[in-house]
């Protein structure tokens, strides 16, 4: 399978929990995504990878969130200090530069207790 | 501050029948559209993607039309299918190519 991977798929926590989720691109694609969902909403835009530079966070990403792509592949999205209100579908997308579609990672759904 | 809408939130229809679904945007200065098709509890699917210089583009069933001037694209879905039974979601990037979405249209087909 070359679409894009997340892990992990489902992640239950208590408030105050660390989580740490990993996105896996297409492996030619140097442009990754992140965005929240919550239900009944269209996603919303987190932050943007081109390589490894992290070029545009959003207002919505908090100083308790931080993401990473330390060589341009994978990416990790870490939220410290969970809260209720970060329960959400956090997904990741990928494109390169030549072609101007996303595609979307099947997403990891965060229930914080 | 570029905002996406999609009307309505909900639709459901007999199998069989042809319907369109309506997006509008406020910024027209965008230079594409991506249509997208969303399973419960999944991640989202491409579905169609419009350049600015086009106005239309086919795939199978499916039809997208962008109107840039007025501020709307529409996705029409011929001979429904209850397999078609999904969220539709619109989305137009920033010049930084992150996309905007808008809420979704969940559309329900029934047998």
């Known amino acids: 399978d070359t679409g894009v991977s997340q892990d992990p798929r489902h992640k239950i926590t208590k408030r105050g929990q660390n989580v740490t989720f990993r996105c896996d691109p297409i492996?030619?694609?140097?442009?990754l995504y992140w965005y929240r969902q919550t239900l009944g909403q269209g996603p919303e835009f987190l932050t943007y990878?081109?390589?490894?530079?992290?070029?545009?966070k959003s207002r919505l990403l908090s100083d308790r969130f931080s993401a990473e792509r330390p060589k341009g592949s994978f990416s990790t999205l870490e939220i410290q200090r969970t809260e209720q209100g970060d329960s959400a579908m956090y997904l990741c997308?990928?494109?390169?530069?030549?072609?101007?579609?996303?595609?979307f990672g099947p997403g990891t759904r965060l229930l914080v207790l | 501050k570029q905002e996406v809408t999609q009307i309505p939130a909900a639709l459901s229809v007999p199998e069989g029948e042809n319907l369109v679904l309506n997006c509008s945007f406020t910024?027209?200065?965008?230079?594409?559209l991506q249509w997208f098709r969303q399973d419960p509890g999944k991640g989202l699917t491409s579905l169609l993607l419009?350049?600015?210089?086009?106005r239309e583009q086919t795939s199978g069933r499916l039809n997208a039309s962008l109107d840039k001037s007025s501020g709307r694209s529409t996705l029409y879905i011929a001979a429904s299918q209850p397999g078609d039974s999904a969220t539709y979601l619109c989305?137009?990037?920033?010049?930084?190519?992150?996309?905007?979405f808008g809420q979704g249209t969940t559309l329900q087909v029934k047998p």
């Open positions: 997308a990928s494109s390169s530069s030549e072609e101007e579609t996303q595609y």
């Open positions: 492996s030619e694609h140097n442009r």
């Open positions: 990878f081109q390589n490894e530079a992290q070029l545009e």
């Open positions: 910024d027209s200065a965008i230079y594409n």
């Open positions: 419009i350049q600015s210089s086009q």
């Open positions: 989305a137009v990037p920033s010049n930084t190519g992150k996309l905007i």
